[in-house]
């Protein structure tokens, strides 16, 4: 009896100390969090709400700094309010920078930027720049820094210029003597951090200059935020929130210094923790979690009927057990959003020290350009991994959208790859923008303006019969390219009642090879190719990459360096995927599980002992068949 009571006293004794302890650090990245100026506002008039919510966000999840923002839609705080808070998270030990949302007030439920025509709005720029500076040595900038009005002011100022030349010169000229300048005069150690959108295919057009500005600030960070892709306006790709932290690191390599996500516009819980794990895989050194207050909400489960009941990645009800009790039972507390992003970033920690630098398919995307908006994210989508440069990459294949022909040399620079012997793949976009500016001199395909619909695919290569790879529920329409039979060769064509439809074309050129890539007129339309067609599809685009993907659109592929990948299902049912390469096992980082391959046969080449002349085989090759579950996500690693 005596030792069932010390049993008891024990177990309570170590359920006390667990309830009480702090969450520990993550091992491979910072947690921040920004706090709005309404926020700000409330914690200096309402002391006590400040302790009470600081202490249920800090017994949660682990915090390393604030982001205590002074300015934000007509809304400001004074030197007083910013001291007050500034000296209560750091005797707390955590660190502290300012913060600014350069919005203009009103808008009736749109985005209004400040008007940096009117005297009025560029003295208020310059008086808040200087106010926080005075309290923080850091300051990031919200993604409001832009400009979308169009006053009489603005009309005049903008001359005979465009609308993308005016706004980007005059956010470069804000940059400099509103924001930096006042900054630096008031606090000379401050550095002033830009944070870029994620709608980086409109930049231009309203004054984001992705070229000067990392230039001009000595750290960028990142808007990972890509929400539903379907109920929010933007219509962004989960992909993106892996995507675009790449290519700003590509920006201004090393001065990335972390990604932002909020949790709106969202149907399901795993959406939020899937722009988590995926700014982490990107290799983020930090993670911003926009905003303190939405930390305190309830983590409300959303539409996740379909697989709540399966080991996911996100597993809300061993959320449930860890943050708040057993699930269901009178003591159980309700889980907030606090407790939601401190399990989902736990998961992929556990990882992501593993994990190496990203590599992918290279594709180029100059400065200040558009077209086939966010087509590199649906791309991402269909399992093939993508690095995004903002110059000419050094890489053997290379992968070009519309957004080249903002390059007025792209036509040399294709062609001097090709000579060298390397691969360039252009897509239909690319080709019609392109005719007329001598592409003509490099091949003869070229865009008809008509479109076909297909709905069955075949592949082949060279002449003879194709290999039939799928069809889909309904007819997907294509733009129909022309190319010349036995100089051109469709090496995945679709058929329109009989007729093929070339889906990706390849023309020789010098030592090289040309490939066009017909993008459905609903780019999106990709998700509804059958996988069969996906899989000959990513067998060129995949060409040098270690790790091959087959199986359907909506999972998607992250490879590293140091043979390493992740395998990601955005989908809502569990789905058979089949990995490829090179190497033998692989070791599952989240189960510690090792998994054998199934030898291929070998293709190509052959091999005779007694040969003098004996051609070397070529590397065999393994398959592993995985199971992803539906929001999921696994890591391994390569295994001779």
């Known amino acids: 009896m005596r030792s069932l009571v010390i049993a008891i006293v024990a177990a309570l004794a170590a359920a006390a100390s667990s309830a009480s302890a702090r969450p520990q650090p993550y091992q491979n990245f910072k947690v921040t969090v920004y706090i709005p100026v309404q926020i700000v506002k409330r914690m200096a008039r309402d002391p006590a709400w400040l302790d009470s919510s600081w202490d249920t966000i800090n017994s949660r999840i682990h915090v390393d700094k604030v982001f205590i923002e002074s300015y934000r839609g007509g809304v400001s705080a004074d030197d007083a309010t910013l001291a007050r808070l500034k000296q209560f998270f750091m005797a707390h030990g955590v660190a502290v920078a300012g913060g600014m949302a350069m919005a203009g007030p009103g808008g009736r439920g749109q985005f209004r930027s400040l008007d940096y025509t009117n005297p009025a709005d560029r003295a208020l720029v310059r008086r808040m720049s200087a106010l926080t500076a005075r309290n923080f040595d850091e300051i990031i900038l919200d993604?409001?820094?832009?400009t979308n009005t169009k006053t009489g002011s603005d009309i005049a100022a903008k001359g005979n210029r465009t609308w993308d030349q005016f706004r980007l010169q005059m956010m470069d000229e804000v940059a400099r003597d509103l924001i930096l300048a006042p900054a630096r005069a008031a606090n000379p150690k401050v550095r002033v951090i830009i944070k870029f959108p994620n709608w980086y295919p409109s930049f231009q057009g309203l004054g984001y200059d992705l070229d000067q500005e990392p230039k001009l600030f000595p750290e960028i960070w990142t808007g990972d935020e890509t929400r539903d892709p379907e109920i929010t306006d933007q219509q962004l790709q989960q992909y993106e929130s892996y995507e675009i932290f790449r290519y700003f690191e590509n920006v201004a390599p090393g001065r990335n210094g972390g990604g932002w996500v909020d949790p709106y516009g969202v149907r399901y819980l795993d959406r939020y923790a899937e722009q988590l794990w995926d700014t982490i895989l990107a290799k983020a050194p930090a993670i911003n979690l926009f905003q303190y207050a939405?930390?305190?909400?309830?983590?409300?489960?959303?539409?996740r009927q379909a697989w709540q009941a399966l080991p996911t990645s996100f597993n809300y009800f061993e959320m449930l057990r860890e943050c708040c009790g057993l699930p269901f039972s009178p003591q159980a507390k309700t889980p907030l959003l606090a407790d939601a992003a401190a399990y989902a970033l736990r998961v992929v920690?556990?990882?992501?020290?593993?994990?190496?630098?990203?590599?992918?398919?290279?594709?180029?995307r100059p400065y200040q350009s558009s077209g086939e908006d966010f087509l590199r994210d649906v791309t991402g989508m269909i399992g093939i991994p993508i690095e995004i440069y903002p110059n000419w990459p050094q890489a053997k294949t290379v992968l070009l959208t519309e957004t080249a022909r903002y390059d007025p040399?792209?036509?040399?620079?294709?062609?001097?790859?090709?000579?060298?012997?390397?691969?360039?793949?252009?897509?239909?976009?690319?080709?019609?923008?392109?005719?007329?500016?001598?592409m003509n001199q490099v091949t003869d395909l070229r865009a008809t303006g008509h479109i076909l619909a297909a709905n069955s695919y075949l592949t082949a290569f060279g002449a003879g019969a194709g290999a039939e790879i799928g069809s889909s529920q309904s007819p997907v329409l294509f733009p129909e390219i022309h190319f010349y039979t036995n100089e051109d060769w469709a090496v995945v064509r679709g058929l329109a009642d009989g007729r093929g439809v070339p889906?990706?074309?390849?023309?020789?050129?010098?030592?090289?090879?040309?490939?066009?890539?017909?993008?459905?007129?609903?780019?999106?339309?990709?998700?509804?190719?059958p996988a069969g067609v996906l899989n000959a599809i990513r067998r060129y685009f995949e060409a040098g990459l270690p790790v091959k993907l087959q199986g359907p659109a909506k999972v998607s592929l992250f490879e590293y360096n140091n043979g390493t990948?992740?395998?990601?299902?955005?989908?809502?049912?569990p789905v058979a995927v089949r990995i490829t390469g090179s190497f033998g096992h692989v070791?599952?980082?989240?189960t510690g599980t090792t998994l054998n391959g199934e030898p291929l046969p070998l293709v190509g080449g052959s091999f005779f002992a007694s040969s003098p002349k004996a051609v070397a085989p070529r590397a065999r090759n393994y398959g592993f068949d995985l199971q992803i579950e539906p929001h999921s996500f696994t890591a391994f690693r390569e295994q001779p």
């Open 503 to 529: 889906l990706l074309l390849m023309d020789g050129y010098g030592r090289g090879t040309l490939y066009v890539w017909t993008v459905p007129e609903n780019m999106n339309d990709l998700y509804r190719l």
């Open 143 to 146: 993604d409001f820094f832009f």
């Open 409 to 438: 040399g792209i036509v040399s620079e294709i062609e001097q790859h090709l000579r060298a012997g390397d691969k360039v793949i252009i897509t239909s976009g690319l080709l019609k923008a392109l005719q007329g500016r001598g």
């Open 565 to 573: 990948f992740v395998v990601e299902s955005y989908l809502d049912h």
């Open 587 to 590: 070791y599952n980082l989240v």
């Open 349 to 364: 920690d556990q990882v992501a020290g593993d994990l190496g630098t990203p590599v992918g398919l290279a594709s180029y």
């Open 294 to 303: 939405d930390l305190l909400l309830p983590a409300q489960a959303g539409d």
